[in-house]
């Protein structure tokens, strides 16, 4: 199978952009200049109410984060996107929710910054959804580390320029993905940078 790019999207620093992935479709996630958290969401394009689901995804691999050729499951246990391959650091996240405004507020920031939650929400109103569920995203190159204690910290992602997550759609999909505005902790190491879709042949 080739891995020829058929199409580029490129999702500007703090922006979102939504895509429809046939089913067998393959599209990889490239992190163009490092350290930047994508947050990924995947919506069944036959039912916008089924999504992606990390619960339901750990529950049915039984660990943090599905391996290569591991799927993620639905909210209705389907699978709708399997790793298909990782050329990254491999670390990634399926605990912490997507940014908000309020998220923000409580960070101490006093007017508008952009969030993954507007991001989504934006790009799905777009394709003619303008309510939709915010679940749990895949943040992709996202370091979250568990301390023997359990706390959860915030460190800078370990990705470099082009590192890349490959992945396959199990059904007609729409996915959106959001370069994450975070600047207030370190996730994003110096700050946000772009990110892009590559639809794969």
């Not at 996202?142 to 301390?147: A, Y």
């Not at 320029?161 to 992945?167: A, E, M, P, R």
Request: hydrophobic letters at 40%; aromatic letters at 6%.
């Amino acid at each position: 199978m080739s891995d020829r790019v058929a199409q580029r999207i490129v999702v500007p620093a703090r922006e979102g952009r939504a895509v429809r992935i046939p089913a067998g479709g393959r599209f990889r996630v490239v992190d163009l200049e490092g350290q930047q958290v994508g947050d990924l969401f995947a919506f069944s394009a036959d039912d916008i109410n089924e999504y992606a689901s990390a619960e339901h995804t750990r529950v049915g691999l039984a660990h943090l984060f599905p391996r290569v050729g591991e799927a993620f499951l639905t909210n209705r246990r389907r699978s709708i996107l399997t790793l298909v391959a990782d050329d990254s650091p491999g670390v990634h996240d399926m605990l912490m929710a997507a940014c908000d405004a309020e998220r923000y507020r409580l960070l101490g920031e006093t007017g508008w910054h952009a969030s993954c939650r507007e991001n989504l929400e934006r790009a799905t109103a777009e394709l003619g959804y303008p309510r939709v569920d915010i679940p749990q995203p895949i943040n992709l190159f996202m370091d979250i580390p568990i301390g023997p204690d359990g706390a959860l910290g915030f460190a800078p992602a370990r990705t470099r320029q082009g590192d890349s997550v490959t992945l396959r759609a199990d059904m007609d999909t729409i996915v959106v993905l959001s370069a994450c505005p975070q600047d207030l902790n370190a996730i994003n190491g110096p700050g946000p940078t772009s990110l892009a879709i590559e639809l794969l042949d």
